[in-house]
């Protein structure tokens, strides 16, 4: 027998051998990569529509907390400027409510926009718009 041919057939078969793990060796790492890629584009999805979820959420927020200042603020002055204030944020504070609180705001504007703010409101008068601001308050934010 001739041991130097039979090595080098050896040697030839561990380098095939060698290419052959090398190349399924690639391939599953180019895998394992696109994998991972994968991932972080789901990631990434995600995690956009969690920030838009929460930029709504602070968006709803501010509308409802500007609404609540201004008819406060309105409560405690009665002057045609805070009335126009508190006006405007109620409208603006509807698209963000649900049906039965749409109703509450309303009825709310109807009694602001009733106010006469360039006279003198009886007792009666101005305790009926602040019951009415402390209900829509108290129904706001439950």
């Known amino acids: 027998m001739n041991w130097i041919l039979i090595g080098q057939f050896i040697s030839y078969a561990v380098a095939i051998i060698s290419a052959y793990s ?3 060796n690639n391939k599953r790492d ?22 838009r979820e929460q930029n ?36 603006k504070v509807l698209s963000v409510l649900s049906h039965d609180k749409v109703k509450i705001v309303t009825d709310l504007m109807s009694t602001i926009q009733k106010v006469n703010t360039t006279s003198w409101l009886t007792n009666d008068e101005t305790q009926k718009i602040i019951n009415a601001i402390n209900s829509a308050t108290i129904s706001i934010l439950l």
């Open 30 to 51: 180019n895998q394992t990569i696109k994998e991972i890629e994968l991932s972080k584009e789901d990631f990434a999805r995600e995690n956009e529509e969690l920030k």
């Open 22 to 24: 090398a190349i399924t």
């Open 56 to 91: 709504l959420q602070d968006q709803k927020q501010k509308l409802i907390s500007n609404f609540l200042s201004s008819i406060n603020i309105f409560a405690g002055s009665m002057n045609g400027k805070n009335q126009a204030q508190a006006l405007s944020d109620c409208g």
